[in-house]
């Protein structure tokens, strides 16, 4: 019996060890080879991947968490028509690199303004969702002479609880590992569930290509960590730059739905408390993938935003 315990109990530890060694490898994560779209650029050690279109004023979108590039498809094609469109995966996200990153507010900061300057970006426009808005946040409380304004597409503004989950796959040494195993066996089937309930509104969206596409790229496991450790740290970040919110002097929009995360919904109607010169826009019957479930209106927001960058520029200059 003694015998047979200690076997169960090597066999346990060599598995858990294995799981950490895979956790640390490449094993399970896609190829950079593989993306159908977008060009690389190294930015300190980290392989980037991003898509640029169009030409005029620049527009730089930031994804949330976890996400990709192709969260912006529905419209990029239309603010391309009258604009340059930048559209990246963020540190640990998709196809770039995470291998000298932390998973903080400020990395993503840092990596906007060395992309901003890379890429010679002029009078940007920021637009970030979910957590590219926190991003967003963070870059308007830093602000950035080479930033125009910002758009914030429901974001987390003030401290969120992340799920224990995300707190066992954040671990020291054994979170990657966890990551791993979530990687073979869960990841997938949650991801595609969690899609097909909060796209509801919009099933013509969810083809086999959209679903694939996005739980390969999201149930790598380096994404499955990215996102664990965003969402631990994601407290720390917001409580940093929260009180400096008053401070911001650019032009801010906030664009959220009604029937997303009551405590983000909330943090977004304190901003504009704090900042009355905040402009927040409350879309009816639609959840956090705004970009996705009410395109047409988002889209009608940022040409409205635009427009009015336009003429504000344009009476400062005549002043």
Not at 183 to 199: Q, W
Request: proline content about 3%; glycine content about 6%; aromatic content about 8%.
């Amino acid at each position: 019996m003694k015998k047979s315990l200690k076997m169960l109990a090597i066999i346990f530890l060599l598995i858990v060890v294995s799981l950490i060694l895979l956790g640390y490898s490449e094993v399970g994560n896609l190829d950079t080879v593989t993306a159908k779209n977008g060009t690389f650029i190294n930015i300190n050690k980290e392989k980037i991947r991003y898509i640029q279109k169009g030409e005029g004023q620049d527009i730089l979108l930031i994804h949330g968490t976890p996400g990709c590039l192709e969260d912006w498809d529905l419209i990029t094609d239309h603010l391309s028509k009258n604009y340059r469109v930048t559209a990246f995966d963020r540190l640990g996200n998709s196809f770039t690199s995470s291998n000298n990153y932390n998973y903080t507010l400020e990395e993503n900061s840092a990596l906007v303004h060395q992309l901003i300057d890379r890429l010679e970006l002029k009078n940007v426009v920021v637009i970030g969702h979910s957590f590219g808005g926190s991003t967003t946040a963070q870059l308007a409380v830093e602000d950035n002479l080479k930033i125009d304004s910002f758009i914030m597409v429901a974001p987390p503004l003030y401290g969120i609880n992340p799920d224990i989950l995300y707190k066992v796959a954040s671990t020291p040494v054994i979170g990657k590992g966890f990551a791993f195993l979530m990687h073979l066996t869960k990841a997938k089937g949650v991801i595609r569930e969690s899609y097909k309930k909060s796209m509801v509104s919009k099933p013509e969206l969810l083809t086999n290509e959209f679903l694939n596409f996005r739980t390969d790229v999201l149930s790598q496991p380096k994404v499955l960590y990215t996102t664990s450790k965003e969402r631990t740290q994601y407290n720390e970040g917001l409580d940093k730059i929260s009180p400096q919110y008053n401070e911001i002097i650019k032009k801010v929009t906030i664009i959220v739905g009604d029937s997303d995360y009551q405590n983000l919904m909330d943090g977004c109607d304190k901003f504009k408390k704090v900042r009355p010169q905040t402009t927040l826009h409350i879309l009816k019957n639609t959840g956090h993938f705004i970009q996705m479930q009410n395109t047409e209106m988002l889209l009608n927001l940022i040409d409205g935003h635009l427009e009015t960058r336009k003429i504000e520029r344009n009476d400062g200059a005549e002043n």
